[in-house]
């Protein structure tokens, strides 16, 4: 029997990818093999030095986004799915979420700030004047501004009035930003998701430098609400069609409000999450794709959404 082979696409991590390398090697006996993925040029015959590509970078450099689609095309299994990933979108995926009965934020997607380039003002002759008074009532306060394209943190800005919006959006370029209710929380909730089967539910203060987020002592969950985060957490992935994401949650008044779960290349490094969770995710994401490279599962496109965004089989997402 010829080994799978399983190629890992990275930048600048260290510690996720090889010791992801190492547990898929432990693991995969005369099945399965795993390296990190070796990319040149690329010719347009269709053919692919491996089974599997896990991709943690392309969202950064386009040239391997062309040969992860291109490889998805020819019948390579990649995670996450290169197709969709270029084309989704947060305001987008807000959406999802309300039709998969997953409550978020009130959230308005704005116009660019400056033209983008190779646009002038005639480029926008579709467009009218903003009600703000209707957007901040709609809203209300504060508001977070955030890119509709984007992690990270980067260009993230809470606005407690007026004047702190306008000087937050005039600094956003030509991003698509999104405006979006401010969730006051109690608790907040980051989950890691992999095979839209394995959740691990960890207590995150975003308001913390990145290295001390992941908090490591917080009173239990109740059964019932963690059940609910559980649930909404693989809706999400099971919606979206992701197969390592991460999901956040922040509480208001015991209600989960998913606030980012567009993150198809998590952090997963051992310096910012941790022992534990590290040794989770390295463990469960090399299961994850072993039985993925394994699987005879169907190419997709997407996920779950188009059925579910069908206005006859839309939930109700409950606040209560």
């Known amino acids: 029997m010829t080994k799978k082979r399983i190629g890992l696409l990275f930048g600048m991590e260290d510690t996720f990818p090889w010791a992801l390398i190492e547990a898929i090697n432990a693991r995969g006996g005369d099945r399965v093999e795993a390296s990190a993925a070796e990319i040149s040029y690329l010719k347009d015959d269709g053919k692919f030095p491996y089974d599997l590509i896990l991709d943690r ?19 390579v299994k990649v995670v996450n799915n290169p197709i969709w990933w270029s084309a989704d979108d947060k305001f987008f995926n807000n959406l999802v979420a309300k039709a998969a009965g997953v409550v978020v934020p009130r959230t308005v997607l704005l116009p660019h700030k400056q033209h983008p380039p190779n646009t002038e003002d005639k480029s926008f002759r579709n467009m009218r004047l903003v009600d703000w008074n209707e957007v901040f009532t709609y809203i209300g306060w504060p508001i977070f501004m955030k890119p509709a394209y984007g992690g990270g943190w980067k260009d993230v800005y809470k606005c407690d009035n007026e004047r702190e919006f306008f000087e937050s959006y005039d600094q956003t370029r030509d991003l698509v930003m999104m405006a979006q209710e401010a969730i006051e929380f109690t608790e907040y909730y980051r989950c890691y998701v992999l095979g839209r089967s394995r959740v691990r539910i960890m207590a995150y203060d975003p308001k913390q430098p990145h290295h001390l987020r992941y908090v490591t002592s917080y009173p239990p969950m109740a059964q019932a609400f963690e059940g609910r985060v559980r649930r909404d957490a693989l809706t999400l992935c ?9 999901v956040e949650f922040a509480v208001r008044d015991g209600v989960p409000y998913a606030i980012d779960f567009m993150n198809c290349a998590p952090d997963a490094d051992l310096n910012s999450v941790g022992r534990e969770n590290f040794d989770w995710v390295v463990s469960n994401m090399a299961e994850v794709l072993i039985e993925r490279v394994l699987s005879t599962r169907p190419f997709e496109l997407t996920g779950t959404w188009p059925e579910l965004m069908l206005p006859s089989s839309k939930p109700v997402a409950s606040r209560s």
């Open 57 to 75: 970078i392309s969202h950064e450099v386009l040239f391997y986004r062309t040969y992860v689609k291109c490889a998805m095309a020819s019948g």
């Open 238 to 246: 099971e919606a979206l069609g992701y197969d390592m994401n991460t």
